[in-house]
Nanobody, 128 residues
């Protein structure tokens, strides 16, 4: 499995960014793609996830109503549209894949150890 992220950058508070994750190499159909983020000195946290099979989604409470995750099947790419960005959103954002259904991922709280493959990360910086 290969995951290649793009789309990070510097934006002012209240602005928007869209992250992209090009996914390839899956040998199963039922998997979950998620975005995590890690700020300096903090643990990696799940931001949002999407099921490859039925498109169901989950979001961390801190981003609900501001972020939207969606899948472009033709491009085999997962996007994270981030609106109304806040300085506390500043972090390295990672795309990750779990070879298990969304229901399992969600039940366990979208935790990093459940994900098998990771992208290289892209920096998002939100200035106040």
């Amino acid at each position: 499995v290969q995951l290649v992220e793009s789309g990070g950058g510097l934006v002012q508070a209240g602005g928007s960014l869209r992250l992209s994750c090009a996914a390839s190499g899956f040998l199963v159909d039922d998997y979950t793609i998620a975005w995590f983020r890690q700020a300096p000195g903090k643990e990696r946290e799940g931001v949002s996830g999407i099921s490859r099979t039925d498109g169901s989604t989950i979001y961390a409470d801190s981003v609900k109503g501001r972020f939207t995750i969606y899948f472009d099947n033709a491009k085999k790419t997962v996007y994270l549209q981030m609106n109304i960005l806040k300085p506390e959103d500043t972090a390295v954002h990672f795309c990750a894949a779990a070879l298990r259904p969304m229901a399992v991922v969600a039940e366990r709280g979208m935790i990093a150890p459940d994900f098998d493959s990771w992208g290289q990360g892209t920096q998002v910086t939100v200035s106040s």
